[in-house]
């Protein structure tokens, strides 16, 4: 997937480096589809257990602001660790692939709740302008931070630099969105 994409996932190719035959991938398997509904099943139980350890690691700080800090940071490394799949998935979604617009919108509601649930608690404390819709302060947080963190991978080679820069933007944001 990451060295060819979603849409030129090979079978034969998989098959041939796993040193299994053809018959033993469709037994397991069934169909190229549902190999990839359980791929990316994978993806989004780790970006699960990544938002569980994410609360664990929040549920401490004293402001629900350090909270939201602290998880679009994460979110930003886990994009540093995991930059090959992200990108691999981005570029080649393939939006008129009914496949994967209902695998994204099965598992849409599971992290669209995990991050409005933050969002909403920040517009309760003041942090967040309540004016602002949840689904936009949500898209400009982490949807700036993401494309800000792409652009941090590419730039800092060091993970210092990288941390610093994401805080930096976090931040920015978390000022203009107040």
């Given at each position: 997937?990451i060295e060819?994409g979603?849409s030129?996932i090979s079978?034969?190719?998989?098959c041939?480096?796993?040193g299994?035959n053809?018959?033993m ?11 990839i509904?359980i791929l990316?099943?994978g ?7 990544y938002?569980?350890?994410?609360i664990k690691?929040t549920?401490?700080l004293?402001?629900?602001?350090e909270?939201?800090e ?9 994009f540093?660790?995991?930059k090959?799949?992200?990108e691999?998935?981005m570029?080649s ?5 009914d496949l ?6 099965e598992n849409?509601?599971?992290i ?5 649930a933050?969002v909403?608690?920040?517009k309760?404390?003041?942090?967040l302008n309540k ?12 949807g ?6 792409k ?8 993970e210092e630099q ?5 805080l ?7 000022q203009k969105c107040k």
């Open positions: 997937m060819n979603i030129n079978i034969r190719s998989i041939a480096e796993a299994v053809l018959g991938f469709h037994y397991c398997f069934k169909s190229k589809e549902n190999f509904k990316f099943q993806v989004i139980q780790d970006l699960h257990d938002w569980v350890n994410w690691e549920e401490d004293p402001t629900s602001k909270r939201l602290k998880i679009i940071f994460i979110n930003a490394k886990l540093r660790e995991k090959d799949v992200f691999s998935i570029k979604f393939d939006f008129s692939n994967l617009i209902k695998f994204v919108k849409r509601k599971t669209d709740a995990f991050f409005f933050i909403e608690d920040c309760k404390d003041g942090y004016d602002i819709s949840n689904f936009k302060l949500v898209s400009i947080l982490f700036a931070t993401m494309t800000y963190a652009y941090c991978v590419e730039l800092f080679v060091k990288y941390d610093a820069e994401i930096q933007m976090t931040s920015l944001l978390m």
